[in-house]
């Protein structure tokens, strides 16, 4: 192996350099910590023509002057000042891709693998003095440009505001090194000797204040933007800075087990957080974006797993008819509704009331929210071909009392579910659609036999949160155009006060604090489940349903209005009152079933013109079904 050469060496082989001059120097840089050329440069031992030639050999770098380099804002948006500052690089410019920097020290490989890491470019080293580099710094960054960005982080740690104890992580990592990496950030934690453990401290500690579901980390051409869901409304909270915005996402990504160094996919993580007396279980997802990686940070309250029906806002007889269903030894219940109307909550508070007697309960969910004792769970993993089907497959071989399938999404899935629901079993699950009786069509675009539906399904619930208003509430009449919308929803009875929101220092001028469910309950009793199986109207069911008191989404949500929970702007904000396409009444505006010539409501004789798009049957529909079919 062929030695390398030193600056020195090099220096006197050129006859730049005596070496008694040479020895001399070398002494004096013991004394004052300088690099050996700067300090020959600086004594005037050597001329910079003859030391940069020299340099260039020993570093294999060529030479930038960065006195004469005008500052390229792409290049330098890339790196923060204080990373600048503190390895003595200059981003120069852009060159197809990858970044021309000038480093005092550019064999330092520790520094370039930062500035890859912070950029997501390929690094371009090139030699330059350091006080070249640092005059270049002060001119393009500018000597007090940190005083914004530290007024901005002294802003953002003020989100701590309370005082919630000292958090505690915990990692289901086996690898030490990541045990190890939790140590040592909770001793960071406690000293708070750096920012960036202040920043994520401050982070859950407001989120945690503010009741928040998601954090979102949101990167942007400088800084990071902080948002935070509260009652399902994403809202703007702080900045981070630009100088922290790596730190920050590094220090989560060590915390959720993630690999740090990989920029360029997508990658999720678990933390476990104990803060006080509050277990929590934090879900982190990376997705690289234009500007850097976005995180969002789900945070999970394990107390949310032991909620019933009251809490999440079911009424007594509604909470009745899911306890009859659920208290059947065979069947399906189904929860319908969009993401973030909670379906799995409700399906936990299904279990919950199950547990209460000796049964086998086993759920295959994906991912598994809340960890429930004496249940047992299984987690969809695709990659290894664990999938919702052949986990269901296997868990019928596990004796099972209950099983609850995550989501039903495809047709293998519903078939084995329908089946396993009429052999034994009870089964719950979730589906996506926007009604209880659109449910029944979701099964049937699955391909599944309406025999087999209706045989199986016993309950569907389709719910949505909507926002409780906060206790400064103020009463107001019903708006004229939101009376003529609810009416023709099928709503006539508007009389009573509604309630509007106002805003307080308590909901931070929201109006609105916390969420209540508002849902409707098909139960499916021996009248629906024929029309079900001659593929009957979406109407002919609601009207058989309407017959045993079922109330619709709409009007269940008109309830929660009525009784001052929530308010109008609310219900109209997320649950569909577009129902004019539904056949009614001209006189009364009911709904009418098809094959009704005059109104049973109202005695009104019906038109041709009346019939709209949702006289269409159902798939798999008998045309020659009539009335005195059912």
């Known amino acids: 192996m062929i030695k390398k050469k030193s600056l020195g060496s090099v220096l006197v082989e050129r006859g730049a350099l005596t070496a008694a001059k040479l020895e001399k120097a070398i002494e004096q840089q013991r004394i004052v910590a300088m690099h050996l050329g700067e300090l020959l440069l600086s004594r005037e031992v050597v001329r910079k023509e003859d030391l940069i030639p020299a340099l260039e050999e020993v570093t294999s770098c060529e030479y930038l002057d960065c006195s004469a380099v005008e500052g390229n804002p792409e290049a330098l948006s890339l790196v923060p000042a204080d990373i600048a500052r503190r390895h003595c690089v200059f981003p120069v410019s852009l060159t197809n891709g990858k970044l021309v920097v000038a480093m005092s020290v550019p064999q330092k490989l520790s520094a370039i693998d930062e500035l890859a890491f912070i950029t997501g470019k390929t690094i371009l080293p090139r030699l330059g003095f350091e006080n070249e580099i640092q005059e270049a710094i002060d001119k393009c960054y500018g000597k007090d440009g940190d005083q914004e960005i530290e007024s901005e982080k002294h802003k953002f740690l003020e989100l701590a505001e309370s005082d919630m104890g000292m958090m505690e992580y915990f990692t289901s990592s086996s690898k030490k090194a990541q045990l190890d990496a939790i140590r040592e950030y909770e001793s960071e934690q406690r000293a708070l000797k750096t920012e960036a453990t202040q920043i994520v401290s401050a982070l859950l500690t ?78 982190v997802s990376t997705l690289p974006t234009q500007y850097g990686e976005k995180v969002v940070i789900r945070i999970l309250d394990t107390k949310n797993a032991e909620v019933d029906f009251t809490e999440l806002g079911f009424s007594d007889s509604d909470k009745e008819s899911i306890l009859g269903c659920i208290a059947k030894p065979q069947g399906m219940l189904l929860v319908c509704g969009p993401t973030g109307s909670g379906k799995t909550t409700t399906l936990y508070a299904a279990i919950n009331a199950l547990r209460k007697r000796p049964l086998n309960i086993i759920t295959i969910e994906d991912p598994i929210e809340y960890v429930i004792e004496g249940i047992n769970q299984v987690l969809v993993n695709r990659k290894s071909g664990r999938t919702f089907s052949g986990s269901l497959r296997s868990i019928l071989r596990q004796d099972p009392n209950v099983i609850m399938v995550g989501e039903i999404r495809d047709p293998e899935t519903a078939e084995i579910a329908l089946t396993a629901s009429q052999t034994g079993h009870l089964l719950l699950s979730t589906i996506h659609t926007n009604d209880s009786i659109s449910a029944i069509t ?61 805003g307080c220092i308590e909901c931070e001028n929201t109006g609105y604090s916390g969420r209540v469910c508002t849902a409707e309950l098909l139960i499916i009793d021996e009248n629906i489940q024929n029309l079900i199986r001659k593929g009957a109207y979406h109407g002919q069911i609601l009207e058989s349903a309407r017959m045993n008191g079922f109330k619709t989404l709409q009007e269940a949500a008109w309830e929660k209005v009525r009784m001052g929970l929530t308010s109008l702007e609310e219900i109209f904000r997320l649950i569909p009152f577009n129902d004019e396409s539904s056949p009614r009444c001209r006189k009364c505006s009911r709904v009418l079933s098809p094959e009704f010539i005059v109104c049973p409501f109202c005695g009104a004789e019906r038109t041709d013109a009346q019939l709209g798009p949702a006289d269409q049957p159902l798939p798999g529909a008998d045309p020659a079904i009539n009335s005195s079919d059912w």
Do not use: W
């Open 442 to 502: 979701r099964l049937m675009d699955l391909h599944i036999a309406p025999f087999l539906i209706a045989s199986s399904l016993t309950g569907v619930i389709a719910q949505r949160l909507v926002r409780k208003l906060c206790g400064c509430k103020r009463e107001s009449p019903l708006p004229p155009h939101y009376a003529s919308r609810l009416k023709a929803a099928g709503i006539y009875d508007t009389s009573g006060p509604v309630y509007e929101p106002v």
């Open 206 to 283: 407001a989120a945690i204040t503010k009741k928040a579901s998601d954090i979102h980390l949101d990167p942007q051409v400088k800084g990071l933007l902080v948002r935070m869901r509260i009652d399902g409304i994403l809202h703007d909270i702080k900045k981070i800075p630009e100088k922290n915005q790596a730190k920050v996402t590094s220090r989560i990504k060590i915390l959720a087990d993630m690999d740090i160094a990989e920029r360029r996919v997508p990658q999720d993580g678990r933390i476990l957080v104990k803060l006080n007396s509050m277990k929590l279980d934090l879900r």
